[in-house]
């Protein structure tokens, strides 16, 4: 499926260039504007999509743990659509320091950081305009791909909302399962 819809769409996939972050920055902006409708925004309450200083604060917060091959950006020929972070799990790396940030932290850092066979994604999103082109599923198959080099076994996708059919859909084709659920409930309070 992946494939067929790279091929019927243009659709091609690389990793982010920490290199030149500027223009990726330029990339993500577009991608964030077409992704985040007024009728999306309005709809997910207090949700605010981020403006360009909020992805140049993320970027430069990745570019300092971030896996390359974790972070990647898909375009329609040549435009571009869409995009996925994932990021490796640190927190294997803190089991058994009971919170102590200590040399034996640092020591996991340098010398344990290739260990950790579990990772997260933090952001994916499609812009409105290129969605039902293969993109979402593209990007999902090419981090797929990318995790086996790094040794990465297991993925979890964050807090995936149950309105978000595209996602959902997505990881269902690269065989992702539902393995928790959360309600979030809101509650007024006078004071």
């Known amino acids: ?59 430069k917060s990745l570019k300092s743990f971030a896996e390359p091959d974790l972070v990647l950006l898909g375009f329609v020929k040549g435009e571009p659509a869409g995009i996925v972070v994932g990021i490796p799990d640190f927190n294997q790396l803190f089991k058994g320091l009971n919170g102590n940030l200590s040399l034996k932290l640092l020591y996991r850092f340098i010398f344990k950081k290739k260990t950790i066979n579990k990772a997260r994604i933090l952001i994916f999103g499609v812009s409105q305009k290129h969605r039902n082109k293969g993109v979402d599923i593209n990007l999902m198959y090419q981090l797929y791909k990318n995790s086996f080099g790094l040794n990465i076994t297991e993925m979890e996708g964050s807090i995936i909302g149950e309105e978000n059919y595209p996602m959902w859909k997505a990881v269902a084709h690269i065989g992702g399962r539902i393995y928790k659920e959360y309600r979030f409930y809101k509650l007024k309070v006078q004071s």
């Not at 500027?22 to 993500?28: A, F, S, Y």
Request: glycine share 6%; no cysteine; charged share 35%.
């Open 1 to 59: 499926l992946a494939v067929k819809n790279r091929d019927r769409f243009g659709v091609t996939i690389r990793p982010f260039d920490f290199k030149k972050v500027e223009r990726e920055i330029g990339v993500i902006k577009k991608i964030v504007d077409d992704t985040f409708t007024p009728e999306l925004v309005e709809n997910w309450g207090d949700f605010l999509p981020p403006d360009e200083e909020g992805i140049r604060f993320l970027v």
